[in-house]
Structures are given as C-alpha cells and as structure tokens.
C-alpha cells in the first residue's frame, strides 16, 4: 500500500481543530445539549490519538442543508470528520443503526442529540429518510454512509453503495458532499474494538465537491435513477479517496453479495458465514 500523497486544495495542518485553542466556534442551527456534551467528552481522547490532514472544506456550503457521504472503513471513522465539522460551526445529524439506540447509555445519548435511528434491511427504513428530509430543511447536515456498513473490500476501497443516501438526495434535492478519510483503521482495524491510540495517527480526510445528480431530479424516482445516483455518489468517494492514497482503485467496486457476504454486520463471525451461505442457497 503506498503512502497518501500531499492533496492539493485548501487544506487544514496536520493537527486536530482541537488543537488550535479555545476559539468559540458559532454553530449554523441549534446543538442539542446532549449532543455538546458527547462533543466535549470525545475531544480530549480524538485530540489525544489523531492530527488531521483536511482537504476540501470550501467544498462547504456557506448556508442551507446539505447530505455529507463519508466511506466506512473503521468504527473509529464517523468521529474525525465529524469532529472537523463540528469544528467549523455544523453538527451534523447522523442516520446510524437502530441497534445503538437500544443500548443504555450510547442510546440516551444519540436519542437525546437528536440522530436518527435506521432499521435496515426493513421497511421501517423509510421513517429514517422521512425524519433525515426534515433535518435537511431545517437547515442541517445529514450525514449517511452509503455502503451502509463497513467495506469488505479487501484493500478498504469504497464496495457497492446502497440507495439510501442517493433517495435521499433525489427526494430532498440538497447537495451531496463526498467525504473520503484515510488513516481510522490505524487507530481501530476492521471490526476491532479496542483503540491503538500510540503513536499518534494521522487521519486524513478530504471534502469533495457536490455530486452532479441535477439532470436526475425530474425524472421518475425508479430504483434504475437511484442506482444511477448511487453510481455517481460512490464514485466521487473513490475518486477522493484516490487523491488521498496516490493510487488508483479498482475498475469494478467489490460486491459483497457476489462473494457471498451478508449485506450487514460483521461477516468473519461464523453465525454471519452461515447466514449468508442460507441466503445464497434461495
């Protein structure tokens, strides 16, 4: 694996916005207090653990709702560009999956910072989009992972999208800014939990430009139009991740039903391995 190579673009130092001091950052829309206090607990281990390298952020727009659509490569990644963003003044609401909110305290937390719970692989997934299209006309950041789970690309590319971020976009018609980071698997590997916090990791992340999906807006909102919208979603994170890592991915995004893999959780546990070789016997 080679090294990332320096972006260009404007760019943050290589440090965490946490670094910089105690500048009062001015937040576009309401913070629920819940969500300040997750906010304030998380700062010191993320300032502790990881510098950023920031690439993108005039990509931001200066008002209005907007959907941020990051790769998924660790546990770890939501919390860095999130971090960046909280630090420049938006909190962005997070579509994560039901099971958090179940639990005691880590669902207290995400209930009362006003996230929004995913059922997925279920028809109650249409709530989240409902409840997301609201954030966005409030004037807020939505921010959806469209591979919906961690990649099983086995070189961490971008795999197969689904549809959720690009139906969201396509009802909603607010910009879609690709995010691609680098580095979160150094601090947590694929489906570990326990942090590698020394040396210190350097994180990068890079804000890409709106995804072209006007020309689709009038059309039938068919699962063809969002394929086609998911299609252009990914590609612009693989082609930001691509800046990132001084390398070319792969010419065909890796699809985990292909290789016989369950479309969420973990699929080395053995429980999983059978469920998906079931699913592949209908």
Same mark, same amino acid.
């Given at each position: 694996?080679?090294?990332? %190579?320096? !972006? *260009?673009?404007? $760019?943050?130092?290589?440090?965490?916005?946490?670094?910089?001091? !105690? *500048?009062?950052?001015?937040?576009? *829309?309401?913070?629920?207090?819940?969500?300040?206090?997750?906010?304030?607990? &998380?700062?010191?281990?993320?300032?502790?653990? $990881?510098? #950023?390298?920031?690439?993108?952020?005039?990509? &931001?727009?200066?008002?209005?709702?907007?959907?941020?659509?990051?790769?998924?490569?660790?546990?770890?990644?939501?919390?860095?560009?999130?971090?960046?963003? #909280?630090?420049?003044? +938006?909190?962005?609401?997070?579509?994560? =999956?039901?099971?958090?909110?179940?639990?005691?305290?880590?669902?207290?937390?995400? %209930?009362?910072?006003?996230?929004?719970?995913?059922?997925?692989? !279920?028809?109650?997934?249409?709530?989240?989009?409902?409840?997301?299209?609201?954030?966005?006309?409030?004037?807020?950041?939505?921010?959806?992972?469209?591979?919906?789970?961690? $990649?099983?690309?086995?070189?961490?590319?971008?795999?197969?999208?689904? /549809?959720?971020?690009?139906?969201?976009?396509?009802?909603?018609?607010?910009?879609?800014?690709?995010?691609?980071?680098?580095?979160?698997?150094?601090?947590?590997?694929? #489906?570990?939990? +326990?942090?590698?916090?020394?040396?210190? =990791?350097? +994180?990068?992340?890079?804000?890409?430009?709106?995804?072209?999906?006007?020309?689709? #807006?009038?059309?039938?909102? /068919?699962?063809?139009?969002?394929?086609? @919208? $998911?299609?252009?979603?990914?590609?612009?994170?693989?082609?930001?991740?691509?800046?990132?890592?001084?390398?070319?991915?792969?010419?065909?995004?890796?699809?985990? =039903?292909?290789?016989?893999?369950?479309?969420?959780?973990?699929?080395?546990?053995?429980?999983?391995?059978?469920? @998906?070789?079931?699913?592949?016997?209908?």
């Amino acid at each position: 694996m080679s090294q990332p %190579r320096r !972006s *260009t673009g404007a $760019t943050a130092p290589l440090r965490s916005p946490a670094d910089e001091g !105690s *500048t009062v950052v001015r937040h576009r *829309t309401p913070v629920p207090g819940a969500y300040r206090f997750a906010a304030n607990v &998380l700062r010191p281990p993320l300032r502790l653990a $990881t510098r #950023y390298s920031v690439t993108g952020l005039h990509h &931001l727009p200066d008002d209005g709702g907007f959907i941020v659509t990051p790769n998924h490569l660790s546990y770890f990644d939501p919390f860095p560009w999130a971090h960046t963003l #909280y630090d420049h003044g +938006i909190a962005p609401v997070f579509l994560a =999956k039901n099971e958090l909110f179940q639990t005691p305290v880590i669902g207290r937390i995400l %209930r009362g910072a006003g996230q929004v719970p995913v059922h997925r692989e !279920s028809r109650e997934a249409a709530t989240a989009l409902r409840d997301a299209v609201a954030a966005l006309a409030e004037g807020r950041c939505v921010a959806i992972y469209p591979e919906g789970t961690l $990649t099983r690309d086995p070189d961490l590319w971008p795999m197969r999208g689904k /549809t959720g971020a690009a139906r969201l976009a396509l009802e909603s018609r607010h910009p879609v800014l690709p995010v691609a980071q680098w580095g979160p698997q150094d601090v947590i590997p694929e #489906y570990a939990h +326990i942090p590698k916090l020394f040396p210190r =990791k350097t +994180i990068h992340i890079r804000f890409g430009p709106p995804v072209e999906l006007d020309d689709l #807006y009038e059309r039938e909102p /068919t699962m063809e139009v969002a394929m086609e @919208a $998911t299609h252009r979603i990914m590609a612009a994170i693989t082609r930001e991740l691509e800046e990132i890592r001084g390398e070319r991915a792969p010419a065909v995004r890796f699809d985990p =039903k292909a290789h016989g893999m369950t479309v969420i959780g973990n699929f080395k546990n053995e429980d999983t391995r059978r469920k @998906a070789a079931r699913e592949g016997q209908r």
